[in-house]
């Protein structure tokens, strides 16, 4: 789990930006150009030590430097493949990446614009955590899975690091029936019966969709159903295993997918943060965004962190203001859009009256 995370002078962030994360669902919003997505991937990058301390025990200050520093290349594909790219543009001040992890674990980096490596300058109980984080990215990959891992690894694919990632872990064998937690089984059972059928995974990035009666290629089903078997399929192999496994970033979940099956989603998250699963996930869609807000159930100990990017028109730095109420969004450039269209459809209507 993460708790808190800071970014200064990083990517788009002119000055420093602190969150604070709520230990079940989190939800970012904002205008394009404010940082999501960036924010998303800062936070997987600090949480994914334990892949480094996994394969080599013995890692030392400068193997982490190289492996975070790789991570960062790899998620953000900066120009000329150089981490000072990185570094807010005219900014002098060196940037820094800082998380606190769960149980006072911590990481911290900082570089400058001509730096080649970070510099690691704090890893207080880093190697111990061991919790592997899970980045669901915006465009669904059970389509092209196949080959994909093998092309990304020799060629330089258009391609963030995420969308490799998750292929992997699609991919890994399904783990036997009887050692998932019981929400996992109940949350795949629930996919398989809104889609008609499940994925099927054979290997090397060959999947099927199968029905009570037929078996179809998974490209003739709809991207939306592509969409949440991808979820079934990580509590399948167990990469997603709530109060076990990292945190669940996910970045546009809503995106592709039809509308009606919005709130099964929602329902699905709050169920797998009941029992221990932290999610951080990025939104445009107001239906997506207000389905949290109304299913959210205090008997069951909901919590809901919301937070909301924009930039100061002054200093035209990007700030956050994080709120556990969905009414106390302030600026909520989703709601103000759909108040918006509201506004535009009254006006509509009553000239038409008026005719």
Same mark, same amino acid.
């Given at each position: ?29 904002g205008e394009n150009g404010t940082g999501k997505t960036h924010l998303l991937k800062g936070a997987y990058a600090l949480c994914s030590g334990a ?80 919790e592997e984080p899970v980045f669901i990215p915006t465009k669904e990959v059970i389509s092209f899975m196949k080959g994909f891992t093998s092309l ?12 490799? *990632?998750?292929? /992997?872990?699609?991919? %890994? ?6 050692? =998932?937690? $019981?929400? @996992? ?68 979940? *809503?995106?592709? /997918?039809?509308?009606? %099956? ?6 699905? =998250?709050? $169920?797998? @943060?009941?029992?221990?699963q932290q999610i951080i996930l990025a939104t445009h869609d107001y239906v997506f965004l207000k389905w949290f807000d109304l299913l959210a159930d ?58």
């Amino acid at each position: 789990m993460i708790e808190e995370m800071t970014l200064k002078n990083f990517t788009v962030f002119n000055g420093e930006l602190n969150m604070q994360f709520s230990p079940k669902i989190n939800i970012i919003i904002g205008e394009n150009g404010t940082g999501k997505t960036h924010l998303l991937k800062g936070a997987y990058a600090l949480c994914s030590g334990a892949q480094l301390f996994k394969s080599t025990p013995d890692a030392d200050d400068s193997d982490l430097e190289a492996f975070l520093t790789t991570k960062l290349l790899r998620l953000f594909m900066p120009l000329d493949d150089k981490l000072g790219k990185m570094h807010h543009n005219g900014v002098l001040e060196q940037a820094s990446i800082y998380a606190r992890l769960d149980k006072e674990k911590e990481i911290a980096a900082t570089f400058f614009n001509n730096s080649k490596a970070l510099d690691v300058k704090n890893r207080k109980n880093y190697r111990s955590y061991s919790e592997e984080p899970v980045f669901i990215p915006t465009k669904e990959v059970i389509s092209f899975m196949k080959g994909f891992t093998s092309l990304y690894e020799k060629y330089g694919l258009s391609f963030d690091q995420t969308y490799n *990632e998750i292929c /992997l872990l699609l991919d %890994l064998p399904e783990v036997r029936r009887e050692t =998932l937690h $019981e929400k @996992s089984k109940w949350a795949m059972d629930v996919i398989e019966e809104i889609c008609g059928g499940r994925f099927i995974f054979y290997g090397g990035g060959k999947v099927t969709f199968k029905s009570e009666n037929s078996e179809y290629s998974a490209n003739s089903i709809a991207e939306g159903f592509r969409k949440v078997g991808m979820l079934a399929r990580l509590l399948e192999t167990g990469a997603i295993q709530p109060g076990v496994s990292g945190p669940l970033f996910w970045d546009e979940p *809503e995106t592709s /997918l039809n509308p009606k %099956l919005m709130k099964l989603l929602v329902q699905l =998250l709050f $169920e797998l @943060s009941r029992n221990g699963q932290q999610i951080i996930l990025a939104t445009h869609d107001y239906v997506f965004l207000k389905w949290f807000d109304l299913l959210a159930d205090e008997k069951k100990e909901d919590h809901v962190r919301f937070h909301a990017l924009y930039r100061d028109p002054e200093t035209d730095r990007v700030l956050v203001d994080s709120v556990d109420s969905y009414n106390a969004i302030s600026p909520n450039a989703i709601s103000d859009t759909f108040n918006d269209l509201t506004k535009e459809q009254v006006s509509k209507s009553m000239g038409n009256l008026g005719k």
